[in-house]
């Protein structure tokens, strides 16, 4: 059994540091406590540096190889959540938000016949019918959902 290193783990978390070689604090530099990699870590520790030493958030964010909007969004939810606000999080929309059921209602309606799937000519029709944008990708993949029911 292969065990995993730690940057594996980071990577799989969404919390490997891209740009470790921009992180130029010095106690990130020897080996150690402190890691380079560890995205989680470079943000806390930038957010710590610029309370506690006074620095500025710009030299911050630069000291630690990140932008100053990284450092803002960080202290905003470091603020927010406390340590787990700098954990990664999943980008995007967590559902098919826009495949109400009236929009899928609309969609079942105008099925084919053979229930086969128009998916480009039924995005057209529920952006004319109800005003509401939707890729024909989530259209194909709300039918097969609903199928395999």
């Known amino acids: 059994m292969t065990k995993e290193s730690k940057p594996d783990r980071l990577r799989q978390m969404g919390a490997l540091n891209p740009k470790p070689e921009g ?12 890691d380079p990699l560890d995205l989680v870590q470079v943000k806390y520790e930038m957010l710590r ?5 006074g620095t500025n958030k710009a030299d911050a964010a630069a ?4 932008s100053r909007q990284t450092y803002y969004q960080a202290e905003a939810a470091f603020e927010r959540d406390g340590m787990s606000g700098l954990l990664p999080r999943t980008r995007g929309p967590k559902s098919a938000h826009k495949l109400t059921g009236e929009v899928m209602r609309l969609v079942e309606e105008h099925l084919d016949a053979n229930g086969q799937l128009q998916a480009r000519s039924l995005a057209n029709l529920v952006h004319a019918r109800l005003g509401i944008s939707v890729h024909p990708r989530s259209i194909e993949r709300a039918v097969a959902r609903k199928k395999k029911r």
């Open 63 to 66: 000291l630690f190889g990140l």
């Open 49 to 53: 540096h610029a309370r506690e030493e």
């Open 23 to 34: 992180v130029r604090a010095p106690w990130f530099r020897e080996a150690g406590f402190f």
